[in-house]
């Protein structure tokens, strides 16, 4: 049932951009070390190329993806149907955190209406695409995206922005780098 796609043709981008919420996964190399599976929502994927994607990482409370890509780079995104037909389609690539002071990040950011907080974005090198049945994925109805990290970040100022990526992206759960803090700059 499952098939390996050349590359993301515009039917597949389509189906992938109507999607409301696809995962990320990452994995440290050392063999004790924590996988990593996140959720994303929001208007955070581009896909600008057959073979690239660029996602806009708004923030969290960890810093997993980013930290497993700065050491490997390894990165697979999975989009899931919850409405209609049954698919997975799951995206395996190489990614690349590009963080304020990279010089592709303003063009990058461009992609994207104007987020209410920007902590880097991940551009990723589509290596294999792949989809599957998605029988066991259960169907669901999309009420609307969360404003909770607008709402989160409202009023903050940027240094109360900084001390916060600094306490919660700075490190990974094993400790390994995260987020640049100095060259952090917390407005979108």
Known sequence: MGRIHQDIDATLAAWMTRQQMFFVATAPL?????????????DTLRIVSPTEIVWLDVGGSGI?????????????????????????????????VVERNHADFARLLALFPPPPVCRALVRIEVGRVADSCGWGVPLYEFRQQRDDIARAVAGMTTDELRAQAERQN???LDGLPGLDIDALDTNP
């Open 170 to 172: 700075s490190r990974s």
């Open 30 to 42: 050392a063999a004790d070390g924590l996988v990593n599976c996140s959720p994303k929502g929001l």
């Open 64 to 96: 997993e993806t980013v930290a497993h890509l700065k050491e490997n780079g390894r990165i697979v995104l999975m989009f899931c149907a919850f409405e209609g037909a049954p698919r997975i389609v799951r995206c395996h690539g190489r990614g690349e």
